[in-house]
């Protein structure tokens, strides 16, 4: 009789075991979505203060506004605050007559049809734009090839990694930044006959900016024109990370230039990491007349 017992329990304890819910697989964790970058307006304070430095640099006005598409994208770091001031500049600009500026981080804008309605292409401070994906290689060095203007700030080189061809039509390749933001560093004038230097005159100084050091094979003297470079006479702009600098055999870092490709007018500078460059009148109005020189407007 106890073995029928024990056999009813250790049945009913089976029966009992079995109709347990199995325990779930644990969810695999989900990927992170990355959150696309909303350009924000800037303080009306710091907007009439670009205004008011506009109007202070007595630019000339074109009879007829050249058009310029200004893209933002970012697919990888947003240099936030710079691509906000860096729009109201533009925004501005087409305001006073200087420009007919439109603003866009769309790669549909992008296209051989649509880049046709302008003179000018600015990549301000866009970041790992796929190329790939939106045939950017055969377009934009058509685009400036076929003779329009080509503006690339900052963190516009931080694209096209891969690309041989659009890294050369620029001149750079981003490879880190052993001047950071909050340095002060001496650059020296290396074309002070060139007007796109006149605001900063021809001896050497001193500002506060993010000075990116380029992949060396993109970086040809002989294939563009410097404007600006890094000053290693000063001791604080020599020893800025030493171990991160790249090019410690000749310590040539060119900081801004201009070159032609084709029939096309490129112009890139790696000032303008932050809202800084837009409040300040030499880097702006740096910015601005290189805009006029892509444009042809000046020589």
């Known amino acids: 009789m106890m073995k029928s017992l024990l056999s009813v329990a250790l049945v009913v304890a089976m029966t009992a075991g079995a109709q347990q819910p199995a325990t779930p697989a644990p969810a695999k964790p989900q990927p992170k979505v990355k959150k696309e970058f ?36 970012c697919e990888g770091f947003a240099h936030g605050k710079s691509i906000e001031y860096g729009n109201a500049m533009y925004e501005i600009a087409s305001e006073k007559g200087y420009f007919k500026a439109d603003l866009s981080n769309n790669y549909a804008d992008l296209s051989a049809e649509n880049l046709a309605k302008y003179d000018i292409l600015v990549l301000n401070n866009t970041t790992g734009l796929k190329y790939k994906e939106h045939d950017l290689e055969k377009v934009l060095a058509a685009f400036v090839r076929g003779g329009k203007g080509y503006v690339v700030l900052h963190g516009g080189a931080d694209n096209f990694k891969g690309s041989d061809t659009l890294c050369a039509i620029t001149g750079t390749l981003f490879a880190g930044h052993p001047w950071g933001s909050n340095g002060s560093w001496q650059f020296k004038v290396d074309d002070p ?107």
């Open 193 to 299: 006959n060139s007007p796109l230097t006149a605001p900063f005159g021809k001896a050497p100084f001193k500002m506060s900016d993010e000075i990116y050091q380029g992949e060396k094979q993109f970086c040809d003297r002989s294939k563009m024109n410097v404007l600006v470079s890094l000053d290693f006479s000063d001791p604080t702009t020599a020893n800025s990370n030493v171990k991160s600098q790249n090019n410690k055999e000749t310590n040539d870092y060119p900081v801004s230039w201009t070159r032609t490709e084709g029939k096309g007018r490129v112009f890139y500078t790696s000032f303008a990491h932050d809202q800084r460059a837009y409040l300040e009148p030499q880097r702006l109005a740096h910015i601005l007349l290189a805009n006029q020189w892509a444009a042809g407007e000046i020589k």
């Open 38 to 73: 909303a350009p924000q307006p800037i303080p009306a304070a710091d907007r009439a203060k670009i205004a008011e430095l506009i109007d202070g640099l007595k630019l000339a006005k074109p009879a007829t506004p050249k058009k310029i598409l200004v893209f933002w994208r």
